[in-house]
Structure formats: C-alpha cells, structure tokens
C-alpha cells in the first residue's frame, strides 16, 4: 500500500491559464475528497466522489473548477483561467467505505498563480 | 454552521506534556479526528476517537473527548523536537466530509 499520491506536487502559473491536478488514492478506497487550503488555515472540503459519481460540492467550487473521477480510481482537478486566489495547496484524501471512514491525505499539490 | 475552533500557538520544553484544545459545534459528529502537518506536507492521520468514547490511548498520545461541553484534546506525552509541527482537529460532519479547526503551532524547545 503505497498511500495517496498527488501529482505535480507544485505549479506555478500565470493569471489566466488552466491547470489540472492528479490523485492516485489508496488503491481499494471507493470514496476519494479534494480539500484546498490556503496559508494559516485548515483545508476547507471542495469535493468527493464516491466510485465514479461526484456525490457533494462546495460552494467553494466555483464554475472556473471541474473535478472528475471517471472509472473510480484516480482523479483530476481542473482549475481553468487561474485567478491569484487560486493560490493554495490542493489536498486529497481516500477512505474506505464501511472501514471507519478514515480519510488519509496525500502530499499535496502547492499552486502558485502569478 | 458547523464550526472547530483550536488555540493558535503553544510552546513546550521537550520533555513535558503538551495538551491541545479544541472546540466543535455538530453534536452529530460520529468520529473526531487529530492530524498532523509538518511544513510543506500534507496531513498525517495521528489518531481519532469514536464519538461515544471518552477517552482514547495510543503510545504517547491521549486524547479527551467531552460531548457535553463539545470539547476535544490530544495529549503528547514526553513531547520531542520532532513533535514540533501544526496540529488540525477535524470533525466528520453527516456527509462525511472533515470540518478542520485552524490549526495549533506547537514549538518543542530544547
């Protein structure tokens, strides 16, 4: 088991750009969440999928933000025409349904939006 | 809303006793969380406890929980320079998202 991986692990980019974010999550785990937290701050939820289906967003998740996940395994985060609020960590999660619902983290993808 | 509310700042001499507070508002809260994040990295699970518990032990860990008055705490025993990092507590709300606090620094001196 080799824990939740995120891929790039940093980007920076320009104002306007779009960028796209992957989470392999634990393997077996059917529910997978996209948290994004800014300096000083705790992660604040966006999204989560249980399987393929995207089950919750928050209002945090505005138009310019496009999350999928379509067989079930890893996902994607897409932010298209990055603003500089944009700047932030981006953090998934995976657990398993049924086993305590524990969510594990991965490293985190810090975006940087100049 | 559901809110968690946690200290900013703590420092501690290594070797004593650090004890972390926290406060949430959802009475409906199954599990109660505490993770970890050292600069750069992402959260690192610590331990969680069952809302119908009172009290969970895990190595140098302790952790209180008082649903009356809503309350949660992480105890580190012999806190170490490596224990030197930020400190989230989370609770799971009824769609299983985690609601985090704003984290507690601790600072281990020497």
């Known amino acids: 088991d080799t824990g939740v991986s995120q891929d790039p692990r940093h980007k920076i980019t320009k104002r306007g750009q779009n960028v796209t974010f992957r989470c392999d999550p634990i393997s077996e785990h059917n529910r997978l969440y996209w948290y994004r937290q800014t300096l000083g701050q705790g992660p604040e939820f966006l999204t989560y999928?249980?399987?393929?289906?995207?089950?919750?967003k928050s209002r945090l998740l505005s138009d310019r933000f496009s999350a999928e996940r379509p067989k079930g395994s890893f996902s994607t985060l897409e932010i298209q025409r990055t603003e500089q609020g944009d700047s932030a960590m981006y953090l998934c999660a995976s657990s398993l349904v049924g086993g305590g619902e524990t969510q594990y983290f991965g490293p985190g993808t810090r975006l940087l939006v100049l | 809303g559901e809110d968690v509310e946690q200290s900013l700042f703590l420092s501690v001499r290594e070797g004593d006793s650090s004890v972390i507070n926290c406060t949430y508002t959802?009475?409906?809260?199954?599990?109660l969380y505490w993770y970890k994040q050292e600069p750069g990295a992402g959260l690192q699970l610590l331990t969680y406890?069952?809302?119908?518990?009172d009290m969970k032990q895990d190595q140098r860990l302790t952790v209180l929980l008082n649903k009356k008055d809503k309350h949660l705490s992480l105890r580190i025993a012999d806190t170490q320079t490596g224990d030197s990092a930020i400190y989230f507590c989370a609770e799971k709300d009824s769609s299983y998202k985690l609601i985090f606090g704003s984290g507690t620094r601790l600072l281990v001196r020497p």
């Open positions: 406890i069952f809302s119908n518990m």
């Open positions: 999928f249980q399987n393929e289906a995207q089950l919750e």
């Open positions: 959802d009475s409906s809260s199954t599990y």
